[in-house]
Nanobody
Framework: QVQLAESGGGLVQAGGSLRLSCVAS????????MAWYRQDPGKQRELVASITRSGSTNYADSVKGRFTISRHNARDTVYLQMSDLKPEDTAVYYC??????????WGQGTQVTVSS
């Protein structure tokens, strides 16, 4: 069974940085596409960044130049380095894994709160 565990969220002042981690288990991580999403209460879950198994990345316009997604296959881990954080980045951040057969799995999320 695929399981994802996010960590690294917290409270930070505007302009600060955080690094989120998501550790996967139960899958062949190196063959999976990974992504970070976020959701604010009352809003739809939105894509923040994604990275394919070959390392291609994609970012939401709102985070380009501030966030960096990366992966460490030997550690079954995907990261989201967030810099120059803004209050509008406040949300619960979720990790998603897409395996070869197209099935998708979600973590439980980690809260990021940016104070102004």
């Amino acid at each position: 069974q695929v399981q994802l565990a996010e960590s690294g969220g917290g409270l930070v002042q505007a302009g600060g940085s955080l690094r989120l981690s998501c550790v996967a288990s139960g899958s062949i991580f190196g063959l999976a596409d990974m992504a970070w999403y976020r959701q604010d209460p009352g809003k739809q879950r939105e894509l923040v960044a994604s990275i394919t198994r070959s390392g291609s990345t994609n970012y939401a316009d709102s985070v380009k130049g501030r966030f960096t997604i990366s992966r460490h296959n030997a550690r079954d881990t995907v990261y989201l380095q967030m810099s120059d954080l803004k209050p509008e980045d406040t949300a619960v951040y979720y990790c998603r894994e897409t395996v070869l057969n197209g099935a998708q799995y979600w973590g439980q999320g980690t809260q990021v709160t940016v104070s102004s």
